[in-house]
T-cell receptor, first 113, second 110 residues
Framework: AQSVTQPDIHITVSEGASLELRCNYS??????LFWYVQSPGQGLQLLLK??????LVQGIKGFEAEFKRSQSSFNLRKPSVHWSDAAEYFC???????????FGKGTRLHILP | DAGVIQSPRHEVTEMGQEVTLRCKPI?????LFWYRQTMMRGLELLIY????????DSGMPEDRFSAKMPNASFSTLKIQPSEPRDSAVYFC????????FGEGSRLTVL
């Protein structure tokens, strides 16, 4: 069965600094990988996804993520964070596009002015 | 498109009462998922449907929980009887290659 680990529960960065949120997955075959963002009181919004092809994927709001099969990782990055990026971020894995998607426990991002 | 629509947005009920949460997926999406979110357990997949057929309900906590999808445009999640530990935000999501989430139904069982 697939699983996702987000080792950092909270991350604090200064506005304008770079960001990397970690995600490790467990799945026997090539996984379908996702990053979602959730603002307080809202549903989850897709930032980006990886199905196949180029291992560096670009998403919305200036985010990118890199799939590294050898490390079973799919870390999310942004070169310069904005105060509006403060939210909770979830990494997720699935066996196919419409198969069940399993989420990590999330990383809450705090931005210092 | 209006997106995934869930109702009610908020529900406060007393222990032992029946709760029904509703979801209207995005038209044309062939998969529908019910998730529960709590601080302690994060986002848990309860059940998912593909073409209106339940595929995996292994995440449903116990027999008090049931879900139906009578047609492609409607699904319900029912809890009967409800208990305080069921208090959570319940999300519905539909998919045609990627998940689109509703805004959730916040359930409080007193």
């Amino acid at each position: 069965a697939q699983s996702v680990t987000q080792p950092d529960i909270h991350i604090t960065v200064s506005e304008g600094a770079s960001l990397e949120l970690r995600c490790n997955y467990s799945y026997g075959a090539t996984p379908y990988l996702f990053w979602y963002v959730q603002s307080p009181g809202q549903g989850l919004q897709l930032l980006l996804k990886y199905f196949s092809g180029d291992t560096l994927v670009q998403g919305i709001k200036g985010f990118e993520a890199e799939f590294k099969r050898s490390q079973s990782s799919f870390n999310l990055r942004k070169p310069s964070v904005h105060w509006s990026d403060a939210a909770e971020y979830f990494c997720a894995v699935g066996a196919s596009r419409d198969d069940k998607i399993i989420f990590g426990k999330g990383t809450r991002l705090h931005i210092l002015p | 498109d209006a997106g995934v629509i869930q109702s009610p947005r908020h529900e406060v009920t007393e222990m032992g009462q029946e709760v029904t949460l509703r979801c209207k997926p995005i038209s044309g999406h062939n998969s529908l998922f019910w998730y529960r979110q709590t601080m302690m357990r994060g986002l848990e997949l309860l059940i998912y449907f593909n073409n209106n057929v339940p595929i995996d309900d292994s995440g449903m906590p116990e027999d008090r929980f049931s879900a139906k999808m009578p047609n492609a445009s409607f699904s319900t999640l029912k809890i009967q009887p409800s208990e305080p530990r069921d208090s959570a935000v319940y999300f519905c999501a539909s998919s045609l290659g990627e998940l689109f989430f509703g805004e959730g139904s916040r359930l409080t069982v007193l």
